[in-house]
C-alpha cells in the first residue's frame, strides 16, 4: 500500500516531507503528490494554515481524504495551537466543522528518536558536517579545552531570536510542555559584562538566518573558537525536542548552556556536566550562576567525552541509517491509521 501526501499551505515548506532525505526514506510506503485530488492525506504544518484555509478546504476534501496537521515546531503548536495535546480535533469555521488529525511532538511518537533527533535529519549536511567537526574536536584534552575556553573573545554568547511576548510564556504542564522563548530572551537580558554577545533577530539588525545562504555554516565559522559558554536554549521544552543548537555550542568549542529536566532525552546524548543545565531557574537566578562560569574538572572531562560520544554517533553511517528507518516507519505507522 502506497499513501499519498499533498503538502498544503503557507508553511507547507517546513513539514517532514517538504525534506528529501526525508522522502527518500519514506518512499515507496509514502509519496508526495502535487495534485490534490490524488491524496489520501492534505498535509498542513502550521495552525494558522488551519485557521486561514480550513473553510475553504471543507468543501473540496473527498469522503475518502483526511485532514492531518503534521507539525514539526513545538513553538508553533505551543503558542499558536488551541489545543496541542489532542490527536483527533474538530476546527469550527463559518461554514461547518472540519475534523482533523493533530500530529505533533505530544500526539505521536513520530519525533521521540533513537540516535539522532528529528531536526538533523531535515538535512544530510548536519550528520556529515558534524561528524567532520566533532572528529576534529575528540581528540583534544581536559587542558586543551580549558586554555582554549580561556582564549576566546567572548566569555558569554546568545544568538538566538528576541521574545519577549507573553504568549512565548505559553505551557502546558500536564505534558511538561512550555514555551522558553521569553525565558531565553529575559535570561539574555539579565546578563551583563563586557565580553558578552547578544546577537539574532530583533538584537540587531542582520539578516534573519532564512536569508542567509547558509546560515548553519556561517554560525560554525563565525563562532568557532570565540566564545566560552554558548546558549543552546530551544525555544520550546520538550523531552524529544532536541534542535542543532546543542550540538553547534559543542561543535564550535564552546560550553552549552541548556534547559532539561529529569526525563529529558538530552541526558541520553550527552553526558551530566557536558552542559550548564539551567532547569526549574528563573531568569535572574540562571544569570548568576552563568555570569563568570569557568567549568571545573569534572565539567571539563564530561565536556571531552561529550565530544568523543558525538564523533562517534555522527561517524557511524549505520546509525543514521537506522534512525532515518524509524522516522520513516514512525510516519508510516501514524499516517496509514487514517487511510
Known amino acids: 500500500m502506497t499513501i499519498k501526501v499533498h503538502p498544503f499551505g503557507d508553511y507547507a515548506h517546513r513539514q517532514p516531507f517538504a525534506y528529501d532525505p526525508i522522502r527518500r526514506a519514506c518512499a515507496p510506503q509514502i509519496v508526495v503528490t502535487e495534485a490534490f485530488d490524488a491524496a489520501d492525506i492534505i498535509l498542513l504544518a502550521h495552525t494558522k494554515d488551519l485557521i486561514r484555509h480550513a473553510e475553504a478546504l471543507r468543501p473540496r476534501l473527498a469522503a475518502h481524504q483526511r485532514l492531518v496537521l503534521l507539525s514539526e515546531e513545538p513553538l508553533w503548536d505551543c503558542v499558536w495551537a488551541a489545543d496541542p495535546l489532542s490527536r483527533e480535533q474538530v476546527f469550527e469555521t463559518d461554514a461547518g466543522q472540519v475534523p482533523f488529525v493533530f500530529l505533533n511532538h505530544v500526539t505521536s511518537d513520530i519525533y521521540a528518536f533513537e540516535h539522532i533527533p528529528y531536526f538533523l535529519l531535515t538535512d544530510y549536511a548536519y550528520p556529515t558536517r558534524y561528524g567532520c567537526w ?36 505559553a505551557a502546558f504542564p500536564e505534558a511538561e510542555f512550555y514555551g522558553l522563548g521569553r525565558w531565553r530572551t529575559r535570561l539574555a537580558l539579565a546578563c551583563t559584562g563586557e565580553r558578552l554577545l547578544r546577537t539574532g533577530a530583533g538584537w540587531n539588525l542582520l539578516p534573519r538566518r532564512q536569508a542567509l545562504p547558509d546560515w548553519h555554516l556561517e554560525k560554525y565559522l563565525d563562532l568557532r573558537g570565540r566564545c566560552a559558554v554558548l546558549s543552546a536554549v530551544e ?23 541548556y534547559v532539561a529536566g529529569p526525563g529529558h532525552r538530552i541526558h541520553d546524548l550527552l553526558p551530566q556536566g557536558a552542559f550548564v543545565n539551567l532547569h526549574g531557574m528563573s531568569p535572574e537566578v540562571a544569570a548568576e550562576r552563568i555570569i563568570g562560569y569557568r567549568p571545573d574538572p569534572q565539567s571539563l572531562s564530561a565536556y571531552c567525552e561529550a565530544q568523543a560520544r558525538l564523533s562517534a554517533l555522527f561517524n557511524t553511517p549505520a546509525l543514521l541509517c537506522a534512525e532515518y528507518d524509524r522516522l520513516a516507519q514512525a510516519l508510516l505507522r501514524n499516517l496509514s491509521d487514517l487511510v
Open 134 to 169: 566533532f572528529k576534529e574536536n575528540a581528540p583534544l584534552s581536559e587542558a586543551d579545552w580549558a586554555a582554549r575556553f580561556a582564549a576566546t573573545k567572548w566569555d558569554l554568547a546568545f544568538v538566538a531570536e528576541y521574545r519577549d511576548e507573553p504568549r512565548f510564556d
Open 235 to 257: 525555544n520550546t521544552y520538550h523531552r524529544s525536542y532536541v534542535t542543532e543548537k546543542v550540538f553547534d555550542s559543542l561543535a564550535i568549542g564552546a560550553m552549552p548552556l
